[in-house]
């Protein structure tokens, strides 16, 4: 185990190989994910699609969210023709390949066959999905929990520049030459990071092996949610699964259908909100990102995770002030810059303390799960949004419970730290006794 001694510098944390491999595969983990969603939704609006045909095939997306079922998959599964490759590596070629197929087999076949198109959408949705997994899984593994603060920062770059790409790069390519252009362009992409990939170095984890099927069954599906449990105790284990619920549900109670309406209701244009919260707010949160890999490199996970949860949950408020707002592009511009900050130093202070919680011998499944949980409560409030504003006749009400909601996640903090310590770090498979 690392102690606090032997903590690295912020140029050994960022200065690792490792850190720039994370991201070009944060890059490739970006990608699909607008493909398959907001910027598909243009693509079919202008093919002459139904609204209510638009969101149920975009709705595609909902494999990000799924992705724990399938995960012990890549802890388990040794790919026979990629094998040579270990692990990890051969689960992210697989996935990248596919992804690259998919978005070619989309330019190829568009929204005119439909029914083959939205196969062909929902399988570049698992494969990106898939390739999050095995992502995830590389960066735990590739490097300790000190070094994880600097990792995140650096995929984090990555996966904001590919939704910078194919966000308003994308519209951009649309204005000017067909669809089908663009997915081909688009899925260009993804060799750079397939490059990567060839040339990165597999995790030097070992790997325990079982025979038989209900064996396999048994340490792939089952073992990973038991270790979690043995390792921490049920009582402890409880508590740390409900702080993961609770601590980001201020940020994901926003990323919902409300915020878009509300900048409208406000008097902005679509111009307006595309340049201020796609491109400006994307930066503006990779400066978080990066800001909250600095201090969890300088000062360890916890003390800063706990300052992240207070500030992205305090940065909602902000949304107070544009109420009222009438178009005012420098207000919109104060609040996106707080909120995205915040928002971005919570998350890579969250996904540093996950990290620090896997065994890494079911790296994959365990770190599927926790990041499907922390996502949970905030889109089920984001789906009675509407309702919640509508019945209490107002934004404002919103903004103030979805702040309000994130105070268990600060006792959960004080409750972990005293009666435990919070005291999580990774755990190899050889000190699991197996």
């Not at 070009?24 to 093919?47: D, H, K, M, Q």
């Not at 878009?260 to 978080?288: C, H, M, N, R, S």
């Not at 003390?303 to 949304?319: E, K």
Request: aromatic residues 12%.
């Amino acid at each position: 185990m690392t102690t606090a001694a032997a903590k690295p510098s912020l140029w050994q944390a960022f200065a690792q190989p490792s850190a720039w491999t994370l991201f070009f595969f944060g890059f490739a983990s970006g990608l699909p994910f607008l493909l398959v969603a907001g910027t598909l939704a243009y693509w079919l609006r202008e093919g002459g699609l139904e609204l209510k045909q638009i969101t149920m095939i975009a709705s595609a997306g909902l494999a990000y969210s799924l992705k724990f079922l399938w995960a012990p998959l890549l802890d388990r599964l040794r790919l026979p023709l990629l094998g040579h490759f270990g692990q990890r590596r051969s689960w992210l070629l697989l996935a990248m390949g596919t992804v690259i197929a998919g978005l070619v087999g989309m330019s190829l076949v568009g929204p005119q066959q439909l029914a083959l198109f939205v196969w062909v959408t929902i399988a570049v949705a698992v494969a990106g999905a898939t390739l999050d997994i095995a992502v995830d899984a590389y960066r735990v593994e590739i490097a300790p929990p000190e070094f994880q603060g600097a990792l995140v920062a650096t995929y984090s770059l990555g996966y904001r520049i590919a939704l910078i790409v194919t966000g308003a790069v994308a519209l951009v390519l649309a204005d000017h030459i067909a669809w089908h252009w663009v997915y081909r362009i688009m899925a260009a992409a993804m060799a750079i990071p397939l490059l990567a990939c060839l040339l990165a170095r597999e995790p030097d984890v070992l790997r325990v092996r079982t025979e038989g099927w209900m064996e396999g069954l048994r340490e792939g599906v089952v073992a990973p949610f038991a270790d979690f449990f043995q390792r921490f105790g049920w009582g402890t284990a409880a508590l740390l699964l409900l702080f993961i619920l609770s601590m980001k549900i201020s940020d994901q109670a926003l990323v919902g259908g409300i915020i878009g309406p509300f900048y409208l209701d406000q008097g902005f244009t679509k111009t307006e909100i595309a340049g201020v919260t796609k491109v400006y707010g994307i930066w503006i949160g990779l400066a978080g990102a990066f800001l909250g890999g600095l201090a969890v490199a300088r000062w360890g996970v916890y003390w800063p995770l706990l300052v992240a949860i207070i500030c992205g949950a305090a940065s909602n408020l902000l949304y107070l002030l544009l109420i009222g707002a009438n178009g005012d592009l420098g207000l919109l511009t104060l609040v996106i810059s707080g909120e995205n900050l915040a928002q971005g130093l919570l998350g890579t202070c969250a996904v540093a303390f996950m990290s620090a919680l896997i065994n890494l011998r079911y790296t994959a499944t365990q770190y599927a799960l926790f990041s499907s949980l922390i996502m949970l409560p905030g889109k089920i409030l984001g789906f009675y949004s509407g309702a919640i504003v509508e019945a209490y006749s107002g934004y404002a009400s919103y903004f103030w419970l979805s702040t309000v909601l994130a105070l268990p996640a600060v006792g959960l903090f004080f409750v972990l730290r005293k009666r435990h310590g919070l005291v999580v770090s990774s755990a190899r498979p050889e000190e699991q006794g197996g």
